[in-house]
């Protein structure tokens, strides 16, 4: 297993950001979400110094989908990023943080009417806008209460990303943004001409996710500069900012070989500004959306190991005490994981097992066919790399409470958000 960040082993047990993962399963008992403060925080330092925040004006969003408890959106603050929220809970949240509302990029290809309103009473800096449908009603409401709100078109690029089905996002047959072939977004800039109450200021567009591959981006900077290109000579409006989307891929095994942020950041701007001069625009500033390549590696999942089934010459299963509510990806994208036990870590990997989840479904399944040391239940097991749309897609299925989430830091452990009682889970029922 890879250690990330601020893991290390000292006396065979696995310590993240100086706290030993015994204590802390102790402490919080399993399972439990641990995010390691200092590689988030690091993580959001090298896309500010290489994606050229302060010599540039280019902007880091951080993507909340991936993981946006209240302390995180405090992280990205001081951090000086930007956040792209996607719903009103997201918003809600990121203001009840306090997150400073004009950094923050409104996503979304069907806000409804009383999120609308929500993003335009906050203030929040940019709504991307993904529809006409979307275009109309923000008009309508800035109309009704005399404000101008800048806002981004979504545009659908017609690349194809290398990645799963799932969570493509940039091809021709996609529900998100305006399309180029049938001059979707030509009719919402002609809009424009009547609508006095929102300016457009840039384009966004998103390819994909878990994406590895440069060129992908190199192919989505080429469409975007052409088009702010063909816009200022069509309409003679100029684009002041390019978002790019998210997507940067991240380790998660060893079939996994991401890029340093730092060589991402450069090559997006190499890129940038190599097509810019060959077709002759100014530079726009650009924008990234970073979700999983923040949080991802900074996070992982500690478990109990319960029953362990051994079928002769066919498969052990190990169960632990949590599964696909706290970590859907392995049974919705067949993502893959790594894992130890936290008290072995010394020992050999010399056995074979299968990783199953406690859920009343076979395709609960975490890990299959991985190598680890012996293990006994009772011991605690860890998964890597659950920190980006792990606790955000948590579910509460067969009625199993969502894990607690602790973030340590400098040999400190804090709760970040407490674990879910079975009382909370019934809270919103009716009793009758
Ligand atoms: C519009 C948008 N921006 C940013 C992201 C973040 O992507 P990632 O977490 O892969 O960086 C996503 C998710 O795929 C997205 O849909
Ligand atoms: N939730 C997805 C990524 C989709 C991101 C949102 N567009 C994942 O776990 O990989």
Redesign the pocket.
């Known amino acids: 297993m890879k250690l990330h960040g601020s893991m290390y082993v000292k006396e065979d047990t696995l310590h993240i950001g100086g706290v030993s993962c015994v204590e802390l399963s102790k402490k919080y008992s399993t399972p439990l979400y641990v995010l390691d403060e200092k590689l988030v925080r690091e993580n959001c330092r090298e896309y500010i110094k290489h994606f050229k925040v302060n010599e540039n004006n280019n902007k880091v969003a951080y993507?909340g989908?991936?993981f946006l408890p209240l302390y995180m959106c405090k992280i990205i603050s001081e951090e000086n990023l930007y956040l792209d929220v996607v719903s009103g809970g997201e918003l809600y949240t990121a203001n009840k943080a306090k997150f400073p509302m004009e950094r923050i990029l409104f996503h979304g290809n069907n806000k409804t009417l009383d999120e609308i309103k929500m993003g335009i009473e906050l203030g929040v800096g940019i709504f991307v806008v993904d529809n006409l449908y979307e275009l109309e009603l923000i008009e309508k409401i800035c109309k009704e209460k005399n404000k101008v709100q800048k806002i981004y078109f979504r545009i659908t690029p017609g690349i194809e990303a290398h990645t799963?089905d799932?969570?493509k996002?940039g091809q021709v047959d996609s529900k998100f943004g305006f399309g180029l072939i049938n001059k979707e977004l030509y009719n919402a800039i002609e809009k424009l001409y009547r609508y006095k109450n929102v300016e457009l200021v840039g384009l966004h567009a998103?390819i994909?996710?878990?994406i590895f591959d440069v060129k992908a981006y190199m192919e989505e900077v080429e469409v975007m500069m052409k088009l702010v290109k063909e816009i200022q000579e069509k309409y003679n409006i100029y684009l002041k900012e390019i978002d790019l989307g998210?997507g940067i891929g991240v380790y998660y095994t060893k079939e996994d070989n991401p890029k340093p942020i730092k060589e991402f950041c450069e090559a997006i701007i190499k890129m940038a500004q190599k097509v810019c001069e060959r077709i002759g625009i100014n530079l726009p500033k650009l924008v990234i959306e970073p979700?999983?390549s923040i949080v991802a590696n900074a996070g992982s999942t500690l478990y109990t190991i319960g029953s362990i089934k051994d079928i002769k010459d066919v498969r052990t299963y190990v169960s632990i005490d949590g599964g696909m509510t706290d970590n859907?990806?392995p049974s919705?994208?067949h993502?893959r994981y790594e894992c130890s036990i936290v008290n072995k870590m010394n020992d050999k990997e010399l056995n074979k097992v299968t990783v199953a989840g406690k859920c009343c479904e076979s395709g609960d399944i975490l890990i299959t066919n991985t190598k680890i040391m012996d293990i006994k239940s009772d011991d605690i097991l860890i998964t890597t790399s659950t920190g980006?749309?792990g606790y955000?897609?948590a579910s509460n299925y067969n009625k199993i409470p969502k894990p607690a989430v602790v973030s340590v830091m400098n040999g400190k452990d804090i709760l970040i958000c407490k674990r879910q009682s079975y009382e909370d889970m019934i809270n919103l029922e009716l009793n009758f």
Do not use: E, F, V
Request: proline share 0%; net charge positive.
């Open positions: 993507a989908k991936a799963h799932y969570i996002t998103h994909g996710s878990q998210g979700g999983r859907i990806r919705l994208y993502a980006a749309y955000s897609m």
